[in-house]
């Protein structure tokens, strides 16, 4: 029977995990992967989280409060993501995101909008980084508070205003210097928008309309269904006047512009400017059957 929870919604992964196998080879990367989400489990048990599951390179969490799920994240990030002088040990990192907020778990599994924002988050985070939305950081203790510092506002699926994001700074040396809090003012531009097309369906990112949602779950924006193509795949965004396509996906997203360059985006995010191909886990050409056309328009 499905039930209504507020927990802090925790994502870890590895980062450059498929540069990881191109370099290592298979069975070391796979092996420096393995142990990596072994860490994240094992923070997460020891911090009263709950493990809900693994996806590839990535652990998905829970945990009663917000403070648990910021010190399983420290630990994991203090034992992965260091230097090392071992030569036998693969360099690694991983990038951490947190939400707190209401969930409906079903069986072993939750949903609901505050996992995408979890994600969101994680999607914002660079290696080495612990992100967590404003909303989160209310809920933390003030001792955790002074580690935090805002770095960035972003919009999220379902609200429509955008969402503060802080990092947990982990690292004491870090933590030493503290920026002051962003805050971002409203300017007045020359608004202009990006044009998707998909086989018969158009969708605009502009100053009113300010995402798109692509993938193969039915509720997207733009529906493309594919073998290689993620339930919630990417995201274009408009942020402060450019428009960033935001990938969220296991096998990432490819753009191809018009005059034939090529840029491959996992995990990671990249701003749209002319015209060009987006291509979901593949690279599409342009008028092939899975392509989704996109022009920016001043």
Known sequence: MAKDLEVAILFADVVGSTQLYDKYGDTKASETVALCL???????????????????????????SVDDAM??????????????????????????????????????????????????????????????SGETVAKMSEDLKKQTRQ????????????????????????????????EWESQQRNVSKVVLTFRDQTCEVD?????VIMGRADDNDLVIKGNLISRIHAKVEMRRGK???????????????????EKFVRRDSTELTGE???GLGRLEQPGSPLAVHYKTIE
Not at 39 to 64: L, R, Y
Not at 207 to 211: A, L, T, Y
Request: charged letters at 20%.
């Open 276 to 278: 060009g191909t987006i």
């Open 151 to 182: 770095i960035d506002l972003a919009t999220v699926r379902g609200k429509l205003d955008e969402v503060a994001l802080y990092e947990l700074l982990w690292n004491p040396d870090e933590a030493t210097s503290m920026l002051p809090t962003i």
């Open 71 to 132: 010190r399983a994240a420290m630990q994991m990030q203090s034992r992965i993501s260091v230097d090392s002088k071992d030569e036998d040990r693969i360099p690694v990192s991983i990038r951490i995101g947190c939400h707190y907020g209401p969930v409906v778990q079903e069986q072993n599994d939750i949903f609901g909008a505050a996992v995408h924002t979890a994600n969101r988050m994680t999607s914002q985070a660079k290696s080495r980084q612990i992100v967590i």
């Open 207 to 211: 100053d009113q309309h300010k995402s």
């Open 38 to 64: 072994d860490v994240m489990k094992e923070a997460t048990h020891q911090f009263n989280g709950s493990v809900i599951k693994t996806i590839g390179d990535e652990v998905m969490s829970t945990f009663p």
């Open 243 to 261: 428009f960033i396509l935001v990938d969220q996906s296991t096998n990432g997203t490819f753009l191809q512009n018009v005059q034939g360059e």
